[in-house]
C-alpha cells in the first residue's frame, strides 16, 4: 500500500498493467529474458523469477482485484505444462514455482510468506470447483476448509463475489486464522470483470475475520502430505 501511495495509484497500476501485457506474448517465461541479447527487458513481468511471483497480486492493493484474478489465472495456464519444455522454466528454488502453482491454483497466495504475527492469505482465482484442505488436527482447531468456485470455467475466470462461511468479503483476503478455524471460501464466477466484487464495507469483512492459532512455525512432526488431484476437484492434507 506505501508503495502504491508513493508512486500514486494510477500511474501504479499503468506501470504493472503495461509489463504483463508485454510479458503474455512470451508466456511470462524466464528464458527469454536475455539481458544479453542488445535490449532492456526490465518492463516485463518474469515469472520464472522469484521476485516477480506476487506480481498479480499486486492489483489487490491498488485497487483492481480482477486484474489479479486475470494474470494469475493467465499464468497458470500460459507459463506452466506438462510437456519436457515445461520442465524447468525459472528459479524453481526448492519447490517455490511448484508451491505458487498449487497455492494459486487453490486461489490463495500469501504477499508475505506468512512471517506476520496475523498472517493474511491474498484471494485470486481458483483453477477447480471443488478444494477440500484437510487439516492437520495436531496443529489446527478445524477438520477441514472448503474452497469452492461455482460457474468456474476458463472463460469464467473473474469473481464476481466472495463469501467466507456465508458473509460476504469486502476485500480480497482473509486471514490465515480462519482456514486454520476451518470452514467455508465461497467465489461466485464470471467471463466479465466485476469492479465491485468486494464490498467497500470493511465492518463487514472485520466480521469474518475471527481470532484464531497462529501458524505452527516448529516441532512439526515427519509426516507425508497427500494431495489429490480428480477433474475439477482438488483435495490437499495439510
Not at 22 to 29: K, Q
Not at 120 to 137: A, Q, Y
Not at 179 to 198: H, Q, R, S, V
Given at each position: 500500500?506505501?508503495?502504491?501511495?508513493?508512486?500514486?495509484?494510477?500511474?501504479?497500476?499503468?506501470?504493472?498493467?503495461?509489463?504483463?501485457?508485454?510479458?503474455?506474448?512470451?508466456?511470462?517465461?524466464?528464458?527469454?529474458?536475455?539481458?544479453?541479447?542488445?535490449?532492456?527487458?526490465?518492463?516485463?513481468?518474469?515469472?520464472?523469477?522469484?521476485?516477480?511471483?506476487?506480481?498479480?497480486?499486486?492489483?489487490?492493493?491498488?485497487?483492481?482485484?480482477?486484474?489479479?484474478?486475470?494474470?494469475?489465472?493467465?499464468?497458470?495456464?500460459?507459463?506452466?505444462?506438462?510437456?519436457?519444455?515445461?520442465?524447468?522454466?525459472?528459479?524453481?528454488?526448492?519447490?517455490?514455482?511448484?508451491?505458487?502453482?498449487?497455492?494459486?491454483?487453490?486461489?490463495?497466495?500469501?504477499?508475505?510468506?506468512?512471517?506476520?504475527?496475523?498472517?493474511?492469505?491474498?484471494?485470486?482465482?481458483?483453477?477447480?470447483?471443488?478444494?477440500?484442505?484437510?487439516?492437520?488436527?495436531?496443529?489446527?482447531?478445524?477438520?477441514?476448509?472448503?474452497?469452492?468456485?461455482?460457474?468456474?470455467?476458463?472463460?469464467?475466470?473473474?469473481?464476481?463475489?466472495?463469501?467466507?462461511?456465508?458473509?460476504?468479503?469486502?476485500?480480497?483476503?482473509?486471514?490465515?486464522?480462519?482456514?486454520?478455524?476451518?470452514?467455508?471460501?465461497?467465489?461466485?464466477?464470471?467471463p466479465e470483470p466485476a469492479p465491485d466484487c468486494y464490498l467497500p464495507d470493511v465492518r463487514q469483512a472485520s466480521s469474518a475475520t475471527g481470532k484464531g492459532p497462529k501458524r505452527a512455525i516448529q516441532g512439526r512432526k515427519n509426516r507425508t502430505n497427500n494431495c489429490i488431484i480428480k477433474k475439477d476437484l482438488l483435495c490437499l492434507h495439510i
Amino acid at each position: 500500500p506505501g508503495l502504491v501511495e508513493l508512486i500514486g495509484r494510477e500511474e501504479f497500476n499503468r506501470r504493472l498493467e503495461e509489463g504483463f501485457e508485454r510479458s503474455e506474448r512470451h508466456n511470462f517465461a524466464a528464458h527469454v529474458f536475455d539481458r544479453t541479447m542488445g535490449q532492456s527487458a526490465e518492463f516485463y513481468i518474469n515469472h520464472g523469477n522469484e521476485v516477480n511471483m506476487c506480481t498479480p497480486y499486486l492489483f489487490n492493493y491498488s485497487g483492481k482485484p480482477w486484474l489479479a484474478q486475470r494474470w494469475a489465472r493467465a499464468i497458470l495456464e500460459r507459463f506452466y505444462g506438462e510437456t519436457p519444455y515445461h520442465g524447468w522454466e525459472g528459479d524453481e528454488d526448492e519447490g517455490q514455482m511448484s508451491a505458487w502453482y498449487v497455492m494459486s491454483a487453490m486461489g490463495l497466495f500469501e504477499m508475505d510468506g506468512g512471517c506476520s504475527a496475523e498472517p493474511m492469505v491474498d484471494l485470486g482465482s481458483p483453477l477447480f470447483e471443488k478444494i477440500t484442505v484437510r487439516l492437520d488436527p495436531d496443529y489446527y482447531p478445524g477438520r477441514t476448509f472448503t474452497i469452492e468456485a461455482r460457474n468456474n470455467s476458463p472463460e469464467n475466470v473473474y469473481v464476481q463475489r466472495a463469501y467466507l462461511n456465508g458473509k460476504r468479503l469486502s476485500r480480497p483476503r482473509i486471514p490465515f486464522a480462519a482456514i486454520a478455524e476451518g470452514g467455508t471460501l465461497l467465489f461466485e464466477m464470471g467471463p466479465e470483470p466485476a469492479p465491485d466484487c468486494y464490498l467497500p464495507d470493511v465492518r463487514q469483512a472485520s466480521s469474518a475475520t475471527g481470532k484464531g492459532p497462529k501458524r505452527a512455525i516448529q516441532g512439526r512432526k515427519n509426516r507425508t502430505n497427500n494431495c489429490i488431484i480428480k477433474k475439477d476437484l482438488l483435495c490437499l492434507h495439510i
